[in-house]
């Protein structure tokens, strides 16, 4: 088995994407409405397995999901999150400074083993970053 995607809750497309994108140096794979299913959905590009954003169409449903992806946020730090392979953790740190992104969590380190740390996007998601020393 291979992992196809990841997907993650969103309140703004736009917004998510460029955050995403811009931010994090994701590349935009597809941006679709699915309207039977009241949801509009967008894949990213990432190495090992795509991220799917998905946004419902009722605005009601979009603030439902960001106060509980804020609520998760509050109760534990690392769970659920998802996990990306950084080359440069310096780097992760610098382009979160630039853009005004809390580090929610570390940096951490297990000498010889592993750096990590913490951020979560605009609605609370939270992304680790993990380089393997």
Known sequence: MKVDHFAFFVSDMDKAIEFYCKVLGMKLLSRDVDEAHNEEFS?????GG???LLSTLKKEKAIENKLRSENILKKQLNCPHLAIRAHNLEDIVKKCEENNITIIGGPFIIKRKVKWMY???????????????
């Open 43 to 47: 894949f990213l590009e990432l190495e």
């Open 50 to 52: 795509n991220l799917e």
């Open 119 to 133: 951020i979560s996007d605009i609605d609370g998601n939270i992304l680790e970053f993990v380089k393997w020393l």
